[in-house]
């Protein structure tokens, strides 16, 4: 009786016991995790800084959308920005004769960028009352968004090109000139190389009629790879001497574009 006993209470035991874990949903801890900041969701900035230089890019864009006298348009972040700094020498000697535009805000990721263009700072300028259209926007966007792990190069890139798409609806008769996020460290990096990575996915979008692409980080780099100080003091943005290079590197293509 002993033995038949302790069967039936192994049996028992058997079929109490907890399926096997395969059979386990997965814990939630362990749920892959959607990324707040994902680069294609546009996102609004909360600094003072970021909120008043929004609002004279849409104070500009209603003056564009009444007198048609925007042609050029420069899109991105702190280094496009600079264009009203170290910039400022280069940027009259080439680019305000176009009637050019500077939409760089410092610290900008591309979400951010997105969620600009959502809320006015290229609104009215597809059809002005008066004048035309821009004729062209120069893209360069993304560096702030490959610090450690923000974001891998496939996710800047989708920002990246949502950018672009987003432009082209937009300002569906304006052309785009995208350029290859800028090399930036001192020496080549992990970083600089994602930045390489998501440049080259996103150039895929262009097309060579109404979105052109133009890699110009090498402008920017000595033979062997290096960055000094006297193109970007901190490895990142340019001094006036960078800028004049950027301007250089891609002048005839904007002069191409603009006559169109």
């Not at 564009?64 to 280094?79: N, V, Y």
């Not at 009259?92 to 610290?107: D, R, S, T």
């Not at 990096?189 to 996915?201: H, L, P």
């Not at 060579?208 to 000595?222: K, T, V």
Request: with cysteine; charged share 25%.
């Amino acid at each position: 009786m002993s033995i038949f006993f302790a069967m039936i209470v192994l049996t028992a035991s058997f079929f109490a016991c907890d399926p096997p874990a395969l059979d386990k949903p997965a814990p939630k801890e362990l749920e892959p995790k959607i990324k707040a900041n994902a680069p294609t969701l546009p996102a609004e900035r909360t600094d003072d800084g970021f909120k008043r230089r929004h609002a004279s890019f849409n104070a500009r864009a209603k003056q564009g959308a009444a007198k048609g006298d925007i042609g050029l348009i420069f899109l991105g972040d702190s280094i496009t920005e600079g264009w009203e700094g170290a910039g400022k020498a280069a940027w009259n000697e080439h680019f305000a004769k176009h009637n050019a535009v500077n939409l760089g805000i410092g610290g900008d990721q591309t979400q951010n960028v997105l969620w600009r263009l959502a809320n006015g700072n290229v609104e009215g300028l597809a059809k002005p009352k008066e004048g035309s259209a821009p004729k062209l926007i120069v893209l360069m966007i993304g560096t702030n968004n490959s610090n450690g792990t923000d974001n891998t190069a496939e996710e800047i890139a989708a920002g990246i090109t949502a950018i672009v798409n987003d432009l082209r609806t937009r300002l569906p008769e304006t052309r785009i000139l995208l350029l290859d996020i800028f090399p930036r460290g001192e020496l080549p990096n992990v970083q600089r190389e994602k930045n390489v990575q998501a440049s080259t996915i996103a150039a895929k979008i262009a097309d060579d009629q109404m979105i052109h692409h133009l890699d110009i980080g090498p402008s920017f780099l000595e033979k062997d790879g290096t960055i000094t100080k006297a193109i970007m003091p901190d490895a990142l943005h340019l001094s006036a001497e960078g800028y004049a290079r950027w301007a250089k590197a891609i002048e005839p293509k904007v002069k191409e574009l603009m006559t169109k």
